[in-house]
C-alpha cells in the first residue's frame, strides 16, 4: 500500500497519536527520574532523622514507598517504546527468520492483550478506589488513586507500545522494529 493512496490520512493520525504518545512517555520518565532523586533525598534524610537527631518522621517512609511506584509504572513504558523490557529471545535467535518473525508478532501481540487487560481491570478498581476515598493505610493517609492512576498508564502504554511493535512487523519496518524507533 502506498502512503499516498487513500490511508494516507489514516497513517498521518495515526503518526500524530504515535509522536503524541512518545511525548508523553518522555514527560513521565522525567517524573521517574524526578522519584528518583525525591526518593535518594528522603531515605538519607530519614537515615540522619532516625539515627542522628533520633527523630525519625512519620512521612518518609510512606512517601517514599509511593516514589517506588512512580518510578516504576513511570519508567515502564520507556522501556516498552525502547525494548528495553525483559527480552529471552534465545528460542525466537534460533529459529529460520520466516518462523522467528511469526512467534514475535506472536508475542508482541500476547503482551499487547496482557496489558490492555489488565489495564481495564486497573482502571474498575482506579474507579473503587477513587470513588470510595480509599486511603493507603500508613502513617500518612495518601490517597490510593495516585497509586492506581499511575498502574493503568504504565500498562494501557506499554500496551500501545507492544501494539505499535506488532504492527511494524507488518509495515516491512524492519529497522524501526529493531531499534524501538518510531
Known amino acids: 500500500m502506498s502512503a499516498s493512496g487513500p490511508f494516507r490520512p489514516v497513517r498521518h493520525a495515526l503518526c500524530l497519536l504515535a509522536a503524541f504518545q512518545d511525548v ?3 514527560i513521565t520518565f522525567v517524573v521517574a527520574v524526578v522519584a528518583s532523586a525525591y ?3 528522603v531515605l538519607a534524610w530519614e537515615v540522619i532523622a532516625r539515627y ?3 527523630n525519625p518522621t512519620g512521612w518518609g517512609p510512606d512517601t517514599a514507598a509511593i516514589s517506588f511506584a512512580l518510578i516504576t509504572f513511570c519508567a515502564a513504558p520507556m522501556l516498552a517504546w525502547k525494548s528495553g523490557h525483559a527480552n529471552m529471545n534465545m528460542v525466537v535467535n534460533a529459529l529460520p527468520k520466516h518462523i522467528a518473525m511469526w512467534l514475535q508478532r506472536f508475542t508482541w501481540l500476547l503482551a499487547c492483550a ?3 487487560i ?3 481491570f486497573g482502571f474498575a478498581e482506579l474507579k473503587r478506589v477513587f470513588a470510595g476515598n480509599v486511603m493507603m493505610i500508613a502513617v500518612t493517609p ?3 488513586w495516585w497509586l492506581m492512576l499511575a498502574i493503568v498508564y504504565a500498562l494501557s502504554n506499554m500496551g500501545f ?3 505499535r511493535h506488532f504492527l511494524c512487523t507488518w509495515a516491512g519496518s524492519r529497522r524501526q522494529h529493531d531499534t524501538g524507533a518510531t
Open 24 to 26: 508523553i512517555t518522555r
Open 39 to 41: 526518593l535518594t533525598l
Open 161 to 163: 507500545y507492544f501494539l
Open 114 to 116: 496482557v496489558c490492555l
Open 52 to 54: 542522628v537527631l533520633n
Open 118 to 120: 489488565a489495564a481495564w
Open 142 to 144: 495518601i490517597p490510593k
